[in-house]
T-cell receptor, first 114, second 116 residues
Framework: GENVEQHPSTLSVQEGDSAVIKCTYS??????FPWYKQELGKRPQLIID?????GEKKDQRIAVTLNKTAKHFSLHITETQPEDSAVYFC?????????????FGQGTELSVKP | GAGVSQSPSNKVTEKGKDVELRCDPI?????LYWYRQSLGQGLEFLIY????????KSGLPSDRFSAERTGGSVSTLTIQRTQQEDSAVYLC??????????????FGPGTRLLVL
């Protein structure tokens, strides 16, 4: 079945620097890859997603890239700010025969130091 | 509109007692998930309901855990004979499946369970 690996588990950057979080997935049939941000004590919230028919998607300071051949996708945050500090989760959809549910990565704790 | 709601927001119980956690998904959402999140940890999948299909219970950690979804809407997660290791935040999420497999999940605020 689908398996999602996420790296790194923790990431510390200086304010203004870029941050990159990487995920790999196992099932080539997966076609939807969302990213969630969870601030301390709050619920996870969708920040950006990408479908398998595109290679990159941007929304202001965040972008996601997808390499279907290599089965990996990445989250890029530019010009990081302290409010970007949170735990970020990537996810992929399991195949339909497994119910088509979202499978989450283990999470990356991002710390942006002012 | 109203988002996903969960109750109670906090629950303290004694070891060995049963607890019920409730989730009200967004109206019209066909899919409903339960996750467990221990302090500082990731999202541990528990169970997944999709429309009228049989639920995917592959994530339930033991037979003390069960869940129901009545009328395709409200869901209840029941933990019997609670243990201290059951202490965690229990998150519910719902989604409306869209064309192309897009499944944006909307999370509830969670129920923080503490087993003494």
């Amino acid at each position: 079945g689908e398996n999602v690996e996420q790296h790194p588990s923790t990431l510390s950057v200086q304010e203004g620097d870029s941050a990159v979080i990487k995920c790999t997935y196992s099932d080539s049939a997966s076609n939807y890859f969302p990213w969630y941000k969870q601030e301390l004590g709050k619920r996870p919230q969708l920040i950006i997603d990408i479908r398998s028919n595109v290679g990159e998607k941007k929304d202001q300071r965040i972008a996601v890239t997808l390499n279907k051949t290599a089965k990996h996708f990445s989250l890029h945050i530019t010009e990081t700010q302290p409010e970007d500090s949170a735990v970020y989760f990537c996810a992929a959809i399991s195949p339909l025969w497994q119910g088509g549910k979202l499978i989450f990565g283990q999470g990356t704790e991002l710390s942006v130091k002012p | 509109g109203a988002g996903v709601s969960q109750s109670p927001s906090n629950k303290v119980t004694e070891k060995g007692k049963d607890v019920e956690l409730r989730c009200d998904p967004i109206s019209g959402h066909t899919a409903l998930y339960w996750y467990r999140q221990s302090l500082g940890q990731g999202l541990e999948f528990l169970i997944y309901f999709q429309g009228n299909s049989a639920p995917d219970k592959s994530g339930l950690p033991s037979d003390r855990f069960s869940a129901e979804r009545t009328g395709g809407s409200v869901s209840t997660l029941t933990i019997q004979r609670t243990q201290q290791e059951d202490s965690a935040v229990y998150l519910c999420a719902s989604s409306l499946d869209r064309a192309g497999g897009v499944k944006t999940q909307y999370f509830g605020p969670g129920t923080r369970l503490l087993v003494l």
